[in-house]
Protein backbone atom coordinates (compact mmCIF):
# COMPACT_ATOMS: atom_id res chain seq x y z
CA UNK A 1 0.00 0.00 0.00
CA UNK A 2 1.06 3.73 -0.69
CA UNK A 3 2.28 5.84 1.64
CA UNK A 4 0.37 9.16 2.25
CA UNK A 5 3.19 11.45 1.64
CA UNK A 6 1.12 14.97 2.25
CA UNK A 7 -1.86 14.90 4.47
CA UNK A 8 -4.17 18.09 4.52
CA UNK A 9 -6.14 17.34 7.68
CA UNK A 10 -8.81 19.72 8.98
CA UNK A 11 -7.30 22.75 7.35
CA UNK A 12 -8.59 26.17 7.73
CA UNK A 13 -6.85 29.21 6.29
CA UNK A 14 -8.74 32.86 6.29
CA UNK A 15 -7.95 36.44 5.83
CA UNK A 16 -9.17 39.94 7.07
CA UNK A 17 -10.61 39.56 10.73
CA UNK A 18 -14.45 40.69 11.78
CA UNK A 19 -16.99 41.70 9.27
CA UNK A 20 -13.53 41.85 6.40
CA UNK A 21 -12.77 37.82 6.96
CA UNK A 22 -12.59 36.04 4.22
CA UNK A 23 -12.99 32.12 4.84
CA UNK A 24 -10.32 30.67 2.02
CA UNK A 25 -10.35 26.83 2.86
CA UNK A 26 -13.02 25.47 5.27
CA UNK A 27 -12.37 21.70 7.14
CA UNK A 28 -10.33 21.05 4.32
CA UNK A 29 -8.82 17.53 4.45
CA UNK A 30 -6.93 15.66 1.55
CA UNK A 31 -4.76 13.20 1.29
CA UNK A 32 -1.56 12.37 -1.58
CA UNK A 33 -0.36 9.05 -1.61
CA UNK A 34 2.96 8.25 -2.92
CA UNK A 35 3.64 8.21 -6.70
CA UNK A 36 0.34 9.86 -6.77
CA UNK A 37 -0.61 12.68 -9.28
CA UNK A 38 -3.87 14.78 -8.02
CA UNK A 39 -5.27 17.51 -10.17
CA UNK A 40 -6.62 20.31 -8.97
CA UNK A 41 -9.27 22.37 -10.94
CA UNK A 42 -11.19 25.19 -9.57
CA UNK A 43 -12.16 28.77 -10.90
CA UNK A 44 -9.94 31.69 -10.44
CA UNK A 45 -10.41 32.96 -6.70
CA UNK A 46 -11.31 29.76 -4.94
CA UNK A 47 -8.50 29.21 -3.00
CA UNK A 48 -6.21 27.16 -5.19
CA UNK A 49 -2.74 29.17 -4.40
CA UNK A 50 -3.61 29.07 -1.10
CA UNK A 51 -4.11 25.52 -0.67
CA UNK A 52 -0.51 25.05 -2.68
CA UNK A 53 0.79 27.60 -0.17
CA UNK A 54 -0.36 25.78 2.71
CA UNK A 55 0.66 21.96 1.75
CA UNK A 56 3.66 23.39 0.74
CA UNK A 57 4.68 25.32 4.25
CA UNK A 58 4.56 28.24 2.88
CA UNK A 59 1.11 29.97 5.08
CA UNK A 60 0.39 28.30 8.52
CA UNK A 61 -3.22 27.43 8.72
CA UNK A 62 -5.47 28.98 11.27
CA UNK A 63 -6.37 25.65 12.59
CA UNK A 64 -6.02 22.08 11.33
CA UNK A 65 -2.97 19.97 10.36
CA UNK A 66 -0.75 19.38 7.49
CA UNK A 67 1.64 16.59 8.22
CA UNK A 68 4.41 15.69 5.55
CA UNK A 69 5.76 12.18 5.05
CA UNK A 70 3.87 11.45 8.26
CA UNK A 71 5.34 14.29 9.95
CA UNK A 72 2.81 16.88 12.13
CA UNK A 73 4.26 20.67 11.01
CA UNK A 74 1.79 23.57 11.88
CA UNK A 75 3.81 23.89 14.93
CA UNK A 76 7.21 23.70 13.49
CA UNK A 77 9.70 26.70 14.17
CA UNK A 78 10.00 28.40 10.41
CA UNK A 79 13.38 27.19 10.63
CA UNK A 80 12.58 23.75 10.65
CA UNK A 81 9.62 24.70 8.03
CA UNK A 82 12.69 26.13 5.77
CA UNK A 83 14.37 23.04 6.23
CA UNK A 84 11.82 20.28 5.39
CA UNK A 85 10.81 23.01 2.33
CA UNK A 86 14.19 22.56 0.85
CA UNK A 87 14.47 18.16 1.53
CA UNK A 88 10.82 17.31 1.24
CA UNK A 89 8.82 19.81 -1.41
CA UNK A 90 9.48 20.69 -4.68
CA UNK A 91 7.70 23.63 -6.75
CA UNK A 92 6.96 24.10 -10.23
CA UNK A 93 5.38 27.49 -10.95
CA UNK A 94 3.54 28.84 -14.16
CA UNK A 95 6.61 31.20 -14.83
CA UNK A 96 9.86 29.04 -14.73
CA UNK A 97 12.18 31.24 -12.25
CA UNK A 98 14.97 30.33 -13.67
CA UNK A 99 18.18 32.07 -13.24
CA UNK A 100 19.43 33.85 -16.13
CA UNK A 101 23.09 33.44 -16.03
CA UNK A 102 23.02 30.12 -15.50
CA UNK A 103 22.75 26.92 -18.00
CA UNK A 104 20.14 24.38 -17.97
CA UNK A 105 22.43 21.76 -16.13
CA UNK A 106 23.50 24.54 -13.76
CA UNK A 107 20.02 25.52 -13.04
CA UNK A 108 19.38 22.54 -12.02
CA UNK A 109 22.62 21.64 -10.33
CA UNK A 110 22.30 24.31 -7.45
CA UNK A 111 19.92 23.28 -5.48
CA UNK A 112 21.98 19.95 -5.16
CA UNK A 113 24.91 22.03 -3.95
CA UNK A 114 22.43 23.71 -1.64
CA UNK A 115 21.24 20.59 -0.07
CA UNK A 116 25.33 19.54 -0.03
CA UNK A 117 25.49 17.16 -3.01
CA UNK A 118 28.71 17.00 -4.13
CA UNK A 119 29.56 18.85 -7.23
CA UNK A 120 30.11 15.66 -9.43
CA UNK A 121 27.06 13.92 -8.29
CA UNK A 122 24.75 17.05 -8.76
CA UNK A 123 26.16 17.39 -12.42
CA UNK A 124 25.31 13.48 -12.87
CA UNK A 125 22.41 13.32 -11.64
CA UNK A 126 20.99 17.01 -12.95
CA UNK A 127 22.00 15.01 -16.73
CA UNK A 128 20.12 12.07 -15.67
CA UNK A 129 16.97 14.14 -14.68
CA UNK A 130 17.76 16.23 -18.24
CA UNK A 131 17.86 13.11 -19.96
CA UNK A 132 14.49 11.87 -18.28
CA UNK A 133 13.15 14.95 -19.51
CA UNK A 134 14.21 14.99 -23.38
CA UNK A 135 16.33 18.33 -22.99
CA UNK A 136 19.69 16.39 -22.41
CA UNK A 137 20.97 18.36 -25.71
CA UNK A 138 20.21 21.63 -24.01
CA UNK A 139 21.72 21.34 -21.19
CA UNK A 140 24.70 23.86 -21.83
CA UNK A 141 22.32 26.47 -22.66
CA UNK A 142 20.85 29.38 -20.97
CA UNK A 143 17.48 29.51 -20.38
CA UNK A 144 17.27 33.05 -23.17
CA UNK A 145 18.26 30.59 -25.87
CA UNK A 146 15.59 27.67 -24.51
CA UNK A 147 11.83 27.29 -25.99
CA UNK A 148 9.47 28.14 -23.20
CA UNK A 149 8.60 24.35 -23.31
CA UNK A 150 12.44 23.81 -22.71
CA UNK A 151 12.66 25.83 -19.68
CA UNK A 152 9.58 24.84 -17.88
CA UNK A 153 10.81 21.15 -18.22
CA UNK A 154 14.18 22.48 -16.81
CA UNK A 155 12.29 23.84 -13.68
CA UNK A 156 10.46 20.60 -13.48
CA UNK A 157 14.26 19.19 -13.26
CA UNK A 158 14.90 21.54 -10.35
CA UNK A 159 12.10 20.85 -8.70
CA UNK A 160 12.60 17.37 -8.37
CA UNK A 161 16.69 17.64 -8.19
CA UNK A 162 16.83 16.74 -4.48
CA UNK A 163 14.04 13.89 -4.73
CA UNK A 164 11.43 15.60 -2.59
CA UNK A 165 8.28 13.59 -1.20
CA UNK A 166 5.81 16.17 -2.29
CA UNK A 167 5.44 17.70 -5.53
CA UNK A 168 3.44 21.03 -5.95
CA UNK A 169 2.89 22.74 -9.27
CA UNK A 170 0.82 25.81 -10.06
CA UNK A 171 -0.23 25.69 -13.50
CA UNK A 172 2.79 24.60 -14.44
CA UNK A 173 1.53 24.31 -18.29
CA UNK A 174 0.06 27.79 -18.12
CA UNK A 175 1.74 29.93 -20.54
CA UNK A 176 2.46 27.23 -23.19
CA UNK A 177 0.57 26.14 -26.46
CA UNK A 178 -1.70 22.65 -26.20
CA UNK A 179 1.05 20.57 -27.74
CA UNK A 180 3.51 21.70 -25.28
CA UNK A 181 1.43 21.68 -22.30
CA UNK A 182 0.92 17.72 -22.99
CA UNK A 183 4.26 17.21 -23.52
CA UNK A 184 5.58 19.47 -20.05
CA UNK A 185 3.14 17.56 -18.19
CA UNK A 186 3.73 14.42 -19.37
CA UNK A 187 7.42 14.40 -18.47
CA UNK A 188 6.29 15.83 -15.16
CA UNK A 189 3.86 12.99 -14.69
CA UNK A 190 7.16 10.63 -15.65
CA UNK A 191 9.16 11.79 -12.64
CA UNK A 192 6.33 11.92 -9.87
CA UNK A 193 5.46 8.34 -10.90
CA UNK A 194 9.08 6.87 -11.23
CA UNK A 195 10.54 8.73 -8.00
CA UNK A 196 6.94 8.07 -5.82
CA UNK A 197 6.35 11.67 -5.06
CA UNK A 198 2.70 13.05 -4.21
CA UNK A 199 1.90 15.52 -6.48
CA UNK A 200 -0.33 18.15 -6.31
CA UNK A 201 -1.07 20.38 -9.85
CA UNK A 202 -3.55 22.77 -10.00
CA UNK A 203 -4.53 23.51 -13.67
CA UNK A 204 -7.16 25.26 -15.66
CA UNK A 205 -6.46 22.76 -18.27
CA UNK A 206 -9.33 19.25 -18.10
CA UNK A 207 -7.48 17.58 -20.96
CA UNK A 208 -4.34 17.38 -18.70
CA UNK A 209 -5.96 16.88 -15.46
CA UNK A 210 -7.95 13.66 -16.66
CA UNK A 211 -4.45 11.84 -17.08
CA UNK A 212 -4.40 12.43 -13.32
CA UNK A 213 -5.17 9.91 -11.17
CA UNK A 214 -7.89 12.16 -9.32
CA UNK A 215 -9.25 15.11 -9.96
CA UNK A 216 -10.39 17.73 -7.02
CA UNK A 217 -11.74 20.66 -6.68
CA UNK A 218 -12.52 23.87 -4.33
CA UNK A 219 -16.24 24.30 -3.52
CA UNK A 220 -17.37 26.94 -1.21
CA UNK A 221 -13.56 26.50 0.54
CA UNK A 222 -14.10 22.70 0.68
CA UNK A 223 -12.06 19.77 -1.25
CA UNK A 224 -14.42 17.49 -3.25
CA UNK A 225 -14.37 15.02 -6.02
CA UNK A 226 -14.29 16.92 -9.52
CA UNK A 227 -16.46 16.05 -12.16
CA UNK A 228 -14.75 17.11 -15.42
Known amino acids: MSKTHLNLINVHRHYGEGDKKVHVLEDVSLTVASGELVALVAPSGAGKSTLLHVSGLL ?68 MELLEVLGIADRATHRPAELSGGEQQRVAIARATANSPHVILADEPTGNLDPATSEIVFDSLAVLIRERGAAALIATHNHDLARKADRVVTLQGGKVIPANI
Open 59 to 126: ERPQSGEIEICGQPTVQLSDRARTQMRRLSIGYVYQFHNLLPEFSALENVTMPQLIAGVGQAEANRHS
